[in-house]
């Protein structure tokens, strides 16, 4: 009978447990790849913004039209049937490095007037 703490028996559980948590890493980033609104059927969440830890505004699209979706732990509630549909794909909020940037432009034009 072989015995149960030996090195190859300690290496074998090892490597299974590697493999286990291994699987369960690469589980978790394929599920995290897969979002809500991604998949394009007859509806799908358009945007979605975190008030809180708990509490969300959702946009979603429901055929031709889009909702405003109130969430948070009691329950979903419709805030707002917008009349048109919202461009969700206009440009992004301006950063810091924008800012940076023209910043560093006034700073270099002020220096050259004196």
């Given at each position: 009978m072989s015995d149960p703490f030996s090195w190859s028996m300690l290496l074998r559980l090892?490597?299974?447990l590697l493999l286990v948590l291994g699987l369960f890493v690469l589980m978790l980033r394929a599920l995290k790849?897969?979002?809500p609104g991604t998949a394009?059927?007859?509806i799908h969440v358009v945007s979605s913004l975190a008030l809180s830890p708990r509490e969300r505004l959702l946009l979603v699209q429901v055929g031709k039209q889009q909702l405003l979706l109130g969430s948070s732990p009691?329950?979903?509630?419709?805030l707002h049937l917008l009349p048109e549909a919202v461009d969700t794909i206009a440009a992004p909020p301006e950063?810091?490095?924008a800012w940076?940037?023209?910043?560093?432009?006034t700073h270099a034009s002020d220096t050259e007037a004196r």
């Amino acid at each position: 009978m072989s015995d149960p703490f030996s090195w190859s028996m300690l290496l074998r559980l090892g490597a299974g447990l590697l493999l286990v948590l291994g699987l369960f890493v690469l589980m978790l980033r394929a599920l995290k790849q897969v979002r809500p609104g991604t998949a394009r059927g007859a509806i799908h969440v358009v945007s979605s913004l975190a008030l809180s830890p708990r509490e969300r505004l959702l946009l979603v699209q429901v055929g031709k039209q889009q909702l405003l979706l109130g969430s948070s732990p009691q329950g979903l509630s419709c805030l707002h049937l917008l009349p048109e549909a919202v461009d969700t794909i206009a440009a992004p909020p301006e950063g810091f490095p924008a800012w940076l940037r023209r910043a560093k432009a006034t700073h270099a034009s002020d220096t050259e007037a004196r």
